[in-house]
């Protein structure tokens, strides 16, 4: 056959609506973009039923759910610091040696100097924007490519994290004479110990008066202001500007080196801010804390529907991608599937959701499907192949962290 | 869908790597009802187009008419149309750029489609690099084929040079050179002249109408309706996707054909007359600027550049290719790091530093630059977000941007431009090219600048837009806005400005005020030598520099 006529594509269409007017699609269309990809949330559903399916009741209570975001939610929050610095095109390998850094700096805060959670969480924010600094100076004005810059202050900052430590973990649960946790330790606890909530007693929403996991409040909170900033913000438009088009920015006003300087800054302060959390959880700091967590954060960003190449991404669709890379997690732990396996299924994982995330993966879908149909009945006479639209296989995992469960 | 036709196409293709005889009249290429549906959008309805050996068959139609649709299906861009296409009356099946080519088709995109990091000779090479017997790359045949096709198009650039380094009218030639190095049936050009001054459209028509004499089939896309007498012997003409009619191009005239087009007798093209008030206060006033060069960049030199301009005044800037009338404008909107420019600006009586594009728009200065896509939009982004990028200032409300104040003044802008789009949240890379032109309008134009300056402003841009871009500057200079546009069609320059600058090589070789000049005056001065040859010896030691576009 080789003349062929393809079929007519449908025949009546909406007509286009005014400029002017706001349907209701149009709102949608809207707030679509902030939502991040549909392929996302099956994603997310499929991970939920995986867990309901395999364990039930014990996967699906609070107490679990929230257990396993606040082991995930030092990673989701450099994420969220990840997603900027990818929405500029740009790449941040250091966030997992900044949170170490961090980590370490609030540990021997509170063991050496004493000094209470309002002063440790700041100054580790300081610590960890110091070094974003760095970071966004040598790729905006050094103009070396950010893979480079970050990928050498991932090994500056490690280094000077072992050197501060001297390779020695730095418990944070410090006993006083008594043989009780002293008040400034027992405060830290509050950021990210399990079993220890913040605004306790307080008759809140939902939770009532059990109060609330500090690190999920932050990561929630996080994921909120960043999201607002992304699309309301003028500085927020111009992230997506410079990764889109770094010319186009410039030349419509746009101060592209600001733009890159500061979101490596953002990103590092939030790594700041999430290495208190994590030293909180693990009751103490070690030297290699956070290693290769970027490769968490960047994947709950790819997994969230960014794009590498810049410009189209957003905060809420990272953290849909945090959260099916955390359920993952806890559900493949729950069903005792050995770490090494859960090394190979979250690397597939990533891949999958890069294919799927593909804007017209549905509709190549139709035509594939029948085509490999075809293919696998004439070549083997196998029942037509079912195509992997987003896999209910479970997908991905993280090492969980020595210290959890 | 339907890619498993593939394995069938060599046969259709086969002989076709060599162009079939020529024979007069013989229809090579015909598209039978072909349709084409966007997401929401019906581009084409039942369109029908032929095209005979050797024959110039143009397309005519508004922007977002269909045209580059069309030809993209021919050329394989888009693989799912309905409708029938037969070349040599053997119907064919075209889902891939791949099987376009192997049935020797070829198309010049009317976006640039070249590689910027690639030499010349390696993007007019991509994916059929002749090898060697050995099975490495011939480079030597490669580099002695690109000079000659280069020179073939008029370019005397060297092969080598990285395409980042070359200006959009050279991208364009390097483009034809890369589709003249295919063995060719049929050669789509959508808008090849949007970019091109008068000298160098004169050698493109040199190579189209040897093309044609060989027995190719040409089908041309123009927005310049005085090109298509010249060089078109048919014309097709497209609207809203539909096909309106056919024409053999002798006997038919300009205005039928404008009628056809729009579905309506267009009155005056251009609104303006001679300014009646007189021009106001002077906006800007540019003395001895001098740009230093730069190789790596692609960057013309500029030696003392003498140009004002008052409120309400159109100044024009005509020159060649490479003239610097680009950079002029650049290197008054702060493009070009500072070290760079040197010279005695001053806007409104005070005196000016050009720092960056941010300061400019500050200043109330506006930039519609040359290259829509390379330096004006953000193409996977809305219309929203790109035309109203450059304003977000005017927006804000209790430190966000007021996404109400900006949907309204966006859609004002859609309106009054006639912005042809689904909504205002449609991705600009969905729009046909002279709406994305109008788009980058629309950006400049809600900063509210008083100076404008315009790089090619009606590049793509179909007649009944023109007119009414033409008149939004008529009322923008009304309205006490200076303008500054550079521009390769003489006629617009000569009926739009009331005063014509002519740069040659960097240097102000001529001025006309309205009325005295005309087309043979400018393109003299345009290419008069004579007045930089001794300096220019000089001149590349005074340019070294060799610096990146300053970011702030
Ligand atoms: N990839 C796409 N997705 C959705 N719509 C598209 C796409 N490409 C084109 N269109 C729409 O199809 C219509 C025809 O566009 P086309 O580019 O063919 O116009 P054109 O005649 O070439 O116009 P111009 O003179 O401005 O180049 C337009 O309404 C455009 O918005
Ligand atoms: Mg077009």
């Not at chain 1, 186009?248 to 733009?259: D, F, H, K, P, Q």
């Not at chain 1, 030293?279 to 956070?290: F, R, T």
């Not at chain 2, 728009?361 to 290259?371: P, Q, S």
Request: hydrophobic share 45%; with cysteine.
């Amino acid at each position: 056959m080789s003349s062929r006529t393809t079929p007519a594509s449908p025949g009546v269409l909406a007509p286009s609506e005014p400029p002017g007017r706001r349907s209701l699609r149009a709102r949608l269309r809207g707030v679509l973009p902030v939502l991040g990809s549909l392929q996302g949330y099956i994603g997310l559903v499929l991970v939920i039923a995986a867990g309901m399916l395999t364990k039930g009741q014990v996967f699906w209570n609070q107490q679990n759910l929230t257990n396993a975001v606040g082991a995930f939610a030092s990673r989701g929050i450099l994420a969220v610091g990840e997603t900027l610095v990818i929405l500029t095109a740009g790449i941040d390998l250091s966030v997992g040696s900044l949170l170490g850094i961090a980590s370490m700096v609030s540990a021997l805060l509170l063991v050496h100097q004493n000094l209470n959670i309002y002063e440790i969480v700041p100054l580790c924010m300081v610590v960890g924007a110091f070094f974003g600094l760095a970071n966004g100076a040598a790729t905006a004005l050094l103009r070396i490519q950010s893979f480079v810059v970050t990928l050498a202050m991932l090994n500056v900052v490690r280094g000077i994290d072992r050197m501060l430590s001297d390779n020695v973990s730095v418990g944070t649960q410090l006993i006083n004479a008594q043989g009780q946790l002293t008040p400034r330790s027992a405060q830290f606890q509050v950021l990210g110990t399990p079993g220890h909530n913040v605004f306790t007693g307080l008759p809140l929403p939902f939770v009532g008066r059990a109060g609330i996991y500090y690190p999920v409040l932050a990561l929630v909170v996080v994921v909120v202001v960043f999201q607002l900033l992304l699309s309301k913000s003028k500085f927020g438009r111009h992230i997506y500007a410079v990764g889109g088009n770094e010319t186009a920015a410039r030349l419509s006003g746009v101060n592209t080196t600001y733009v890159k300087i500061a979101v490596f800054m953002l990103a590092g302060l939030l790594a700041g801010f999430a290495g208190p959390i994590d030293a909180a959880y693990s009751a103490s700091a070690d030297p290699l804390a956070g290693s290769s967590y970027e490769l968490d954060a960047i994947a709950a960003v790819v997994i969230g529907g960014a794009s590498l190449a810049g410009g189209r991404g957003s905060i809420v669709g990272t953290l849909v991608g945090s959260l099916i890379l955390t359920l993952l997690d806890n559900v493949l732990g729950l069903n005792a599937i050995s770490d090494n396996a859960q090394l190979i299924i979250k690397g597939l994982i990533v891949i999958l959701a890069v294919v799927i995330q593909r804007p017209d993966f549905f509709r190549a879908l139709g035509p594939a499907v029948r085509r490999l149909g075809r293919l696998t009945r004439t070549r083997t006479g196998d029942p037509p192949g079912e195509v992997a639209s987003g896999s209910p296989q479970p997908q991905s995992a993280t090492p969980p962290l020595e210290e959890s469960r | 869908m339907g890619r498993e036709i593939h394995e069938t196409q060599p046969d259709n293709a086969s002989g076709s790597s060599a162009p079939a005889a020529p024979g007069p009249g013989r229809v090579i290429l015909a598209m039978n009802a072909i349709t084409k549906t966007f997401p929401g959008v019906r581009a084409l309805s039942g369109v029908d187009m032929t095209v005979r050996a050797g024959e110039v068959a143009a397309i005519l139609g508004e922007n977002g008419a269909g045209k580059s649709t069309l030809m993209n299906i021919l050329a394989g861009v888009f693989s799912d149309y309905g409708g029938v296409i037969e070349l040599d009356g053997v119907p064919v099946a075209i889902h891939s750029p791949k099987a376009a080519q192997h049935l020797g088709i070829a198309m010049i995109h009317q976006e640039l489609n070249l590689v910027p990091d690639m030499s010349i000779v390696d993007n007019i090479f991509l994916g059929r690099e002749p090898r060697t017997a050995r099975g490495t790359i011939d480079r030597r045949r490669m580099d002695e084929q690109a000079t000659r096709l280069l020179a073939e198009v008029g370019l005397t650039l060297h092969p080598r040079r990285p395409v980042r380094q070359c200006r959009v009218a050279e991208q364009q030639l390097i483009e034809v050179a890369k589709a003249l190095s295919a063995s060719l049936r049929v050669l789509v050009m959508d808008e090849p002249t949007s970019a091109l001054a008068d000298a160098e459209v004169r050698r493109l028509f040199t190579v189209i109408r040897r093309l044609a004499a060989q027995g190719v089939g040409i089908v041309y896309i123009s927005h310049r309706l005085e090109e298509l007498d010249e060089i078109a012997d048919s014309v097709t003409v497209l609207r809203d996707g539909a096909y309106i009619g056919r024409r053999e191009m002798a006997g038919t005239t300009r205005g039928e054909l404008i009628s056809m087009m729009v579905g309506r007798p267009l009155d005056e093209l251009f609104p303006r007359s001679d300014s009646p008030t007189g021009p106001g206060e002077e906006v800007i006033r540019v003395e001895g600027l001098d740009l230093a060069g730069d190789r790596r960049e692609g960057r013309a030199a500029l030696h003392g550049v003498r140009l004002i301009a008052r409120a309400g005044e159109i100044v024009g800037l005509a020159g060649l290719m490479g003239a610097g009338r680009s950079e002029t404008l650049e290197a008054i909107y702060g493009v070009f790091p500072r070290r760079a420019v040197h010279g005695n600006v001053r806007l409104r009586g005070r005196r000016y530093q050009p720092r960056s594009p941010r300061h400019a728009i500050r200043n109330g200065i506006a930039l519609v630059a040359e290259d829509r896509k390379a330096q004006s939009l953000v193409l996977t982004n809305s219309v929203r977000f790109n035309a109203s990028l450059a304003a977000l200032g005017r927006f804000m409300r209790r430190g966000t941007v007021s996404a109400a104040r900006e949907r309204a003044a966006v859609a004002g802008m859609v309106t009054d431009l006639r912005i042809k789009t689904p909504g205002l949240n449609t991705a600009v890379a969905n729009l046909s090219g002279g709406n994305q032109q109008k788009v980058v309008l629309a950006k400049c134009l809600l900063t509210e600048p008083s100076l404008i300056l315009m790089d090619e402003p009606t590049r793509g841009i179909d007649v009944g837009a023109k007119a009414e871009i033409y008149q939004l500057m008529t009322e923008l200079a009304r309205r006490g806005s200076a303008i500054v546009m550079v521009s390769s069609e003489l006629p617009e320059l000569l009926a739009m400005c009331d005063r014509i600058v002519v740069l040659c090589e960097g240097r102000v070789t001529a001025e006309f005020r309205r009325g005295e000049g005309s087309q043979e005056a400018i393109l003299d001065a345009a290419m008069d030598r004579q007045a930089v040859l001794g300096i220019d010896a000089a001149s590349p030691s005074r340019a070294p520099a060799r610096r990146e576009v300053s970011d702030e």
